[in-house]
């Protein structure tokens, strides 16, 4: 079958302006500005950024396409300096918008001929006069907006700033793709540090008959575009890639069940605020799925949503009068969010609306003292919607603060929770949720989501919260108690999204952590397959024809800790020089600024929490060495008689939070979360430090706590070093009942590290009976590997 065709015209051209000091040159309409745009591409052959072939810059060629881009669907994309941008404590050097019309000459004076008196025009008084009540300020700030980002282009076009404007036609345009370029270039330019992107979400369209190119189209676009940028305001596409702040950004075109999700819940929150009269009617709402489904990302596009649809405002005079606030119990997380809303414009000052849950709790209590609250009140500042990623974080267990319950006291400072819940992550004897609760969650409805019309909540099941409150400062310090009850419904999310793999591998995966009915993970007994997927053949004017067939996703399993920690180091570096060669091709005379986004590879090695760690004096490495029976084993260090060559093969690296005298590291002031920061490639990282992230390609250390026998994955929490698993709880009664908590623990933990990598999972065992049977299951398919290989 014939290669389907991609051909571009993309071209550079002037701004008008009609503050320019010789206003007589300035267009004054839409006519006189074709006349303008029109002599540009004809006269300045460096106008033409595609196509750029001898062959079709004959007469007939740019005659042709000069007609496609005054009839035709177009992307635009204006760009300018910020006005601070002399100021290196800015952050935003460059201004940016994004559009998509029919008519780009119209469009473009529709611009620079906007006027800031007159926010609502009787056009947008007839448009919201159509709209319900319940929407009509989503689509005032969405028209405000668009407002603010023609003042901000009139303001640079009076400094007499330059203006620059990209216009794009593609073959394959129509309304719906060319709203779907648009909405996606905005994503991108909202995860480049440097810019201040002045459009709000775009508008994403579901399936029609040109969106299986939509990806191809804004790759192909993209890299014309970085192959022209002399300022420096274009990154290659896989460094926005890998940026935290792209994999977290609320305008990625959404699954079909996650928008069916998305506006099920943005409907029920309207409908409970309408209703919500006093703390019983607080609902709460819990979003299920395992890893990767997308579960995150549905979050931070309800985030920004919610807070447009309530008329969300930056300016506020406390932290706690935020309407919508999201909750992350992950530092690293927690960061990422905060970023994001910072620069979506969802708060003015850090903090203000994204923050770990008892620092949202305590702003919401009595204060009795110096870090000391009575948290059986509750102030008058109760948010209307919390959001909170990775609710199984949550403590369950009382700590030194006097909370009890994060998600209690939660609720009791909200009208409406909405929660992502994965019981399959909860790792830890702090966030063991009593199996009453459990029951009661799980047997919460499921919403129906039938359709886009306006929802409301029916037929809840109910969730009942005791919590024992006791502080010296209050009553003496008696022990108060107090019971609720809150209307629990659940949505439950399916669709794969983190690995990009077929099912076969997704299914081999999950098998290392799945357990059978009687609670025991049998091992796979299956080899790993071989993953290859399908490519869509598309030809590029400008590139070689795509392969039919593509590399799919990688399992390989290591012959040692080793070639699995240097085959990561090598993927990664082959990331980054493909990234780095990129940068290269950009023109010559290109400035040598600040890069728009760092090269990042996302290659990174965890291990189970089976070697020890002290918190305190941040002491603690993940070390193997090959004994005698060429066994890979712990060191016993200081042991005279161990079994080891002291001539041996050995590995060791530094825990993620770890600063080891020999080897010293310097961690710069940042707010990159661990799995993209430089200094985390020569570290092991821990179920904690990677949970909620995605990497590229992960290398698994599966140490000493985990171990086949008679044909199943055995865990054992003996083996493990991890406080929260290996201390018990005084409320797990029963040796069983404890001991099948802490074992499920180490099952989950392993699953979470298994399923980060996007792209391939590189494994080593440290039980020699496992990582035989993982060697002869990666035999067949050539997934073994016995000396480093990165990726080329």
Known sequence: MAAEKLKFCIVRVPYPNPYSPDK???????????EVFEYEIDHDRDAWIAPKTKLEEVTAELTQAKRRLFTWPTVYIVWFKSKASDDDQRRDKWCVYVGETQHIHERTMQHVQASSKDNWTITDDEVLSNVESVTQKIVKSRLAEEQQADDCINEALRDQRKV????IWESHFNKSLTLDVENKLIDYMKSIDDIHCLNGRGNPQDQYFTSAYLDDIVSGAWKRLVSADKEGIFPPEEQIWQSSLYKVSPFHKLGKEQNRALQGIVSISEDVLEKWTEPKDTQLILVGGAAGTGKSILLSTLFYELSLKLGHQPDYETDSSARVHLLVNNDDQMRVYDDMALKQGLQKKSGQCVSRPTAFINERSRSVGKSSFDYTQVTSDIADVVLVDEAHLLFTQKSQNGIESHLHEILRRAKIVIAVFDPEQIMQRKQWWHQDVLRELAEAPII????????????ASYLELTGHYSNARVNNGEVQVITDRYSVHQIELT?????QANAETIKWIDSLVQPDESGEVPFPCVSIPADYSPAIQVEDEDARIQDEVKLGYRIRVCSSPNVLFDSIRLCGDDLLAAQNQMLKSTPKNKKKSKVAVRPRDLCRVVATFDWPYDPKNKKGSVA???????????PE????????DRGAEFFERPWNRAVNDDAPKVRHSTKEAWSSADFSRDEIGSYFTIQGFDLNYVGVIIGPSVRYENGHIIFDPGKSCDRGVSSDRIDLKGDEKLAAFKKACL???LGVLLKRGVHGLYLFAVDSALQNKLREAALENNCYLDKVRGLM
Request: glycine share 6%; net charge negative; charged share 30%.
């Open 164 to 167: 620059n404007q990209y216009v």
């Open 747 to 749: 099952r989950r933990q």
């Open 495 to 499: 669709e794969q999204f983190r690995i």
């Open 448 to 459: 129906d989501l039938p359709s886009d019309e306006r929802m409301s909540l029916t037929g």
């Open 624 to 634: 193997l060495v090959k004994d005698v029976s060429g066994n890979w084993v712990i």
């Open 637 to 644: 260090k200081e042991n005279e008689h161990s079994t080891y």
């Open 24 to 34: 007589d040159g300035a267009p004054s309409n839409s006519e006189e500005y074709r």
